[in-house]
């Protein structure tokens, strides 16, 4: 401490022992409360915020300033004690007696650290809404640490109804929740009984993301709120390693399009094994530094503190604040600098083992119901956090003023519950098909692309109330979504001549898939796009997994959310990047989107301009989903549905085409194209079929996931019907041959239910085989064309290929000439 800082330290305390001596409710307060106490530096803050808040006779929820204070440290201590019953105790008593071997759990288990770590947190947001009689939103990335955020609910009624009707501050209720609490217990419906769960879910009231995927909450923030709202964000220094991007945040914040974000970081030091990287390589001062070095404002504070918190908060939301009329008066000069709170506590803070490895989860080096000395320990601690019931009632009280100022509880913050939908759905776009269809050399062709952008940007501009977002890592013009980006511009800071950017672009780029696709999942008052080359796609899987996660949680258990659905479109794909080797050619994003439950992820295969301009004005019609669009972009897709066409495939998720075929009524094989390529290639293979008077027809599949056997009610209810799957597939045609643009054996899983077994059924698609490469020699490579096609049809109707090939491409086929001019 240089001389500078020594002087102010002393007038700090001299600052602090003034007040406290004028203001007996602030001495109360400043003496603290157990394992609660307040820094000078603290004391010092919440003085002058004291003085603020008289000086501009801020009511709040009617409650005198150092009474919300003092029970704040009360309700957060409860919090604390609980939260260790939570993970070792089996029994609550609320007179704090000593636990006894058989009070505590056999197998314990928690995130104890890090909840101990989020308890003064979430009871400090919880009060400075009731300070300034305002509900913020909240969101936090540590989703693990979902028992402080669920705790201090219970305590203070802000409850969902599946805790309500099972949890209250008594002793029974109490003994519920602990044991409640990695019960693993299955209730009579054959599911999980306790609504409680290892991470933030349906029943976390308030709770928007389930926080597993650490780091993704970095990304998503600054696009969530919109003007007028605020969020505060809770944040951990483990996932600021795991993900890189969140630095971006300035960059993309601005006064016009979003809300007052106020993130912060707790900071304490250790994953899960051993100290972070950035305990390692400096811890805070290194942090503030990297900060500045971004255009944030770093605030330190003491992260053990309910009341540093609350002052945190408030002083980041004033800066913002003052910023945001700095703007208004001199102008826009982005980035903007933003506050960013650092709360410095060690892990497990206030509970034995603070500060350690074991900490993150279990902080006892043993298990007290077997073992005495853990026993004590817990006893030893717990006793330090315990609150008489007398005084907790009295704190609890302080927080149920909501209606002084009429505002909503918690549980319905802002940001929780939204309710989005078109106010205009404009026409769909449409190219004519040729009028005989059969006539390969009469298709028109274009790219599929041309009428997503087309469509999206007329429902922008039909839509204003709407915040737009586009997520795109690169490549925007590439993937035909020009008209798009020359509406919407790039998002940058210093606009480039001649390039369509703007400080206040809706597209949100960079070389960082997830990053990029968060700004579109975030922006859940809006509407929004995200487009990758599809093997990069496998990039965002984390990010788009776990919004369908909780959302399909939240339909099952609560209701369904009401945020517009994403389409995720995965264009540059697998075959039409035949040319750019094999990391470009990868089908791995839409398989494992068709690994999730396809009520809420729906994946689908676009063969055509006329379907991509349905399935995208559709899109924005539904809510709660996320729309994983596989989609050509090469301009040689031929037209071959009409929008009448189009429309019936979205809705019934097949389509058998009644122009293809030969004796439809009565088909010997039955030919499935999953995928625009694969669609031309079975048309042609059909021809060759017509020709040799062989009985078939042609399926084209737009949405495999309706035809799977359902694993959930949601997904039975999004089914086809049955009677559409039997008149595709009737069961009299056994011989079926699915060419998909995905790997086959994923495929042929999903669509179990029509597969007719190894002698009838057969899969052509993405054989793991590619290269430097044309689209027609990638198709051949993995024995995917309209000749492949029909030498398996011959094998299923055991028949000679010959009846079906020639011979020169039965020479092709195996080997012995070049495929080229004869195949492809």
């Given at each position: 401490m240089n001389k500078r800082e020594r002087n102010e330290a002393i007038r700090r305390e001299e600052r602090v022992a003034l007040y406290r001596g004028r203001n007996p409710d602030a001495d109360l307060w400043a003496s603290g409360y157990g394992v609660i106490q307040h820094s000078i530096e603290t004391q010092d803050r919440i003085f002058a915020m004291a003085d603020v808040l008289s000086?501009?006779?801020?009511?709040?929820?009617?409650?005198?300033f150092f009474d919300l204070l003092y029970a704040a440290d009360r309700v957060a201590s409860?919090?604390?004690?609980?939260?260790?019953?939570?993970?070792?105790?089996?029994?609550?008593?609320?007179d704090g007696r000593d636990l006894v071997p058989e009070d505590f759990k056999s197998r314990p288990e928690g995130h104890t650290g890090g909840a101990l770590n989020i308890v003064p947190a979430y009871v400090g947001y919880m009060a400075v809404n009731?300070?300034?009689?305002?509900?913020?939103?909240?969101?936090?990335?540590?989703g693990h640490c979902v028992a402080a955020v669920d705790t201090v609910n219970l305590i203070l009624d802000n409850m969902t109804p599946a805790h309500a009707e099972r949890y209250s501050v008594t002793d029974e209720g109490l003994t519920r929740y602990v044991r409640d609490f990695y019960s693993y217990k299955l209730g009579d419906d054959g599911k999980q009984d306790s609504p409680l769960g290892s991470h933030v879910n349906a029943h976390t009231a308030g709770g928007m993301a389930e926080g597993g995927y650490l780091g993704f909450v970095e990304l998503q923030y600054v696009h969530m709120p919109l003007p007028g709202q605020k969020l505060v964000v809770f944040l951990s220094d483990g996932a600021f390693e795991e993900q890189r991007g969140s630095d971006w945040v300035t960059r993309w914040w601005r006064l016009d399009d979003c809300g007052l974000v106020m993130p912060i970081m707790i900071s304490n030091g250790r994953r899960i094994d051993q100290r972070s990287t950035m305990s390692q390589s400096g811890g805070t001062d290194w942090f503030v530094e990297h900060l500045k070095l971004n255009s944030f404002d770093p605030i330190v504070f003491d992260g053990r503190d309910p009341a540093a918190f609350i002052w945190a908060i408030f002083e980041m939301e004033y800066r913002l604040k003052v910023a945001a009329e700095a703007i208004k008066v001199f102008g826009e000069n982005y980035p903007e600098l933003l506050p960013y709170g650092i709360a410095v506590a060690p892990k497990g803070a206030g509970f034995y083992g603070e500060g350690t490895n074991l900490a993150h989860n279990l902080p006892l080096m043993s298990n007290p119901h077997s073992d005495p000395v853990a026993a004590q320990q817990f006893n030893e601690s717990a006793?330090?956090?315990?609150?008489?019931m007398s005084e907790l009632e009295g704190a609890i009280e302080i927080f149920q003023h909501h209606e002084t100022s009429g505002r909503p509880r918690e549980r319905e913050h802002p940001l929780a519950n939204r309710s989005v939908s078109l106010q205009e759905i404009p026409q769909p776009v449409s190219r004519p098909v040729p009028e005989d269809r059969c006539d390969v050399f009469s298709w028109t062709r274009t790219s599929p692309m041309f009428a997503v952008d087309s469509m999206y940007l007329s429902i922008v501009q039909a839509n204003p109330h709407l915040r737009p977002r586009v997520g795109n890592p690169d490549e925007m013009r590439s993937n035909r979504l020009i008209k798009t980006l020359e509406a919407l511009n790039f998002r940058v800071t210093e606009p480039e001549p001649t390039i369509p950017e703007d400080i206040h672009g809706s597209v949100i780029t960079a070389l960082n898939e997830e990053a990029v696709a968060a700004a579109a999942l975030a922006n859940k008052a809006g509407i929004n796009l995200i487009a990758t080359y599809e093997a990069f796609g496998a990039k965002m899987h984390g990010v788009v997994r776990q919004?369908?996660?909780?959302?399909?949680?939240?339909?099952?258990?609560?209701?369904?959310?009401?945020?517009?659905s994403i389409p995720l479109i995965l264009t540059s794909h697998t075959w039409e990047n035949a040319k750019n080797e094999q990391s470009h050619q990868d089908p791995a994003m839409a398989e494992a989107m068709l690994g999730e439950v396809s009520n809420v992820s729906r994946v689908i295969f676009v063969p055509d301009y006329n379907t991509a301009s349905v399935v995208t004005r559709g899109v924005y019609q539904t809510n709660a989903q996320i729309w994983t669009l596989v989609i050509p972009k090469i301009d040689q897709i031929p037209d071959l549905f009409t929008l009448e066409e189009s429309q019936r495939l979205l809705e019934q998720g097949a389509l058998r085409l009644d122009w293809a075929g030969f004796d439809t009524t009565k088909p010997r094989v039955i030919l499935t194209a999953i995928g625009g390529y694969q669609l031309e290639q079975a048309v042609k293979a059909s021809l060759r079929l017509k020709e040799r008077s062989v009985a078939h027809s042609v399926v084209y599949m737009l949405e495999p996931g309706r035809f799977r056997l359902p694993r959930s009610e949601g997904e039975q209810a999004h089914l086809a019907a049955q009677e559409l799957r039997?008149?595709?597939y009737p069961e009299t045609a056994l011989e079926r041959i699915f060419i998909t643009?995905?790997?086959?054996?994923?495929?042929?899983?999903?669509?179990q239910p029509l597969n007719t077994g190894y002698n009838h059924t057969v899969g052509l698609g993405f054989a793991v085989q590619g290269g430097?490469?044309?689209?027609?020699?990638?198709?051949?490579?993995?024995?995917?064309?309209w000749a492949h096609i029909l030498q398996e049809s011959a094998r299923l109707l055991d028949i000679k290929r010959g009846e079906l090939l020639t011979d020169e491409e039965l020479a092709a086929l195996d080997g012995k000439v070049t495929p080229e001019g004869v195949i492809v």
């Open positions: 000086g501009w006779e801020v009511k709040g929820d009617g409650i005198p409860a919090a604390m004690w609980i939260v260790a019953l939570e993970t070792y105790a089996r029994n609550v008593y609320l009731a300070v300034t009689g305002d509900t913020r939103s909240w969101i936090m990335g540590q006793t330090k956090l315990w609150v008489p919004e369908i996660i909780f959302a399909n949680h939240c339909e099952e258990k609560v209701c369904k959310q009401g945020w517009l039997t008149a595709l643009h995905t790997r086959p054996e994923p495929m042929l899983g999903i669509l430097t490469l044309t689209v027609p020699g990638m198709l051949f490579v993995n024995r995917c064309t």
